[in-house]
């Protein structure tokens, strides 16, 4: 089982808001990802971090914002959501270890509904 | 650039049907990993095989296949006897041993195994 937490799993809110998606995982990966998913399509990277105060754009630009600050905690914010930012969005983490790129552990997801 | 590309958009098979999803990918690097993801209707993606790039041996697990063939950059997947269950999404993904630690994932193969 992996150790990796979104919440919310739902949220509907209202254009303009300001959102914030957490993310945690236990197992102390360096590395952590946010993937942007419109259900059963394509997975968009849209940013990832290498540790703690490393974060970097993904290859689907995104108005979205991220912060390491703990290894175990990776948020995403919207500060003022549109209804195309509606979407699922993935956190995963993932350990690079003696020279080996592991798999990515992924959590439940985020489901977003902007109205 | 590493790139994944996943032809078969959807594929529909009937019950106890063997089935192949295929994955090509590029990559310029002589070290990289390559995987495999099931996303079932609930959402979550299951982690199902990792593969490194020196190691070409074929894998099976159980009603699971996989053959990895440098020489094509492919890295096909095999369902065997399928069942109802099989029905998901199911990613490739590429990640290089070097630079970025990203994980690229092809756009996904819709499987749909009928009763």
């Known amino acids: 089982e992996a150790d990796i937490y979104q919440t919310p799993r739902y949220l509907v809110i209202g254009t303009g808001k300001k959102i914030t998606l957490e993310c945690s995982q236990t197992?102390?990966?360096?590395?952590m990802y946010w993937y942007q998913q419109d259900p059963g399509m394509e997975l968009h990277l849209i940013h990832y971090?290498?540790?703690?105060?490393?974060?970097e754009k993904g290859d689907l630009s995104s108005e979205s914002t991220v912060s390491r600050i703990r290894t175990e905690h990776f948020p995403l914010t919207l500060e003022s959501a549109r209804p195309s930012h509606t979407s699922q969005y993935l956190c995963?983490?993932?350990?690079?270890?003696?020279?080996?790129?592991?798999?990515?552990?992924f959590g439940e997801g985020s489901r977003l509904t902007v109205l | 650039a590493q790139k994944v590309t996943q032809a078969q958009t959807e594929i529909s098979v009937v019950e106890k049907e063997d089935v192949t999803l295929d994955c090509v990918y590029e990559?310029?690097?002589?070290?990289?990993?390559l995987f495999w993801y099931k996303q079932p209707p609930s959402g979550e993606l299951v982690f199902l095989i990792r593969?490194?790039?020196?190691?070409?041996q074929n894998e099976i697990s159980g009603r699971y296949s996989w053959n990895f063939q440098k020489s094509t950059s492919s890295f096909n997947f095999t369902i065997t006897a399928s069942q109802v269950v099989d029905s998901a999404v199911y990613f490739c993904?590429?990640?290089?041993?070097?630079?970025?630690?990203?994980?690229?994932f092809g756009t996904g193969t819709r499987l749909k195994v009928l009763a």
């Open positions: 995963a983490s993932s350990e690079y270890l003696a020279g080996v790129t592991g798999e990515l552990f």
């Open positions: 990559t310029r690097d002589t070290t990289y990993y």
């Open positions: 197992m102390g990966h360096d590395k």
């Open positions: 593969r490194n790039s020196f190691d070409e």
């Open positions: 971090s290498y540790g703690v105060n490393s974060t």
């Open positions: 993904a590429l990640s290089e041993a070097s630079g970025t630690y990203k994980y690229i």
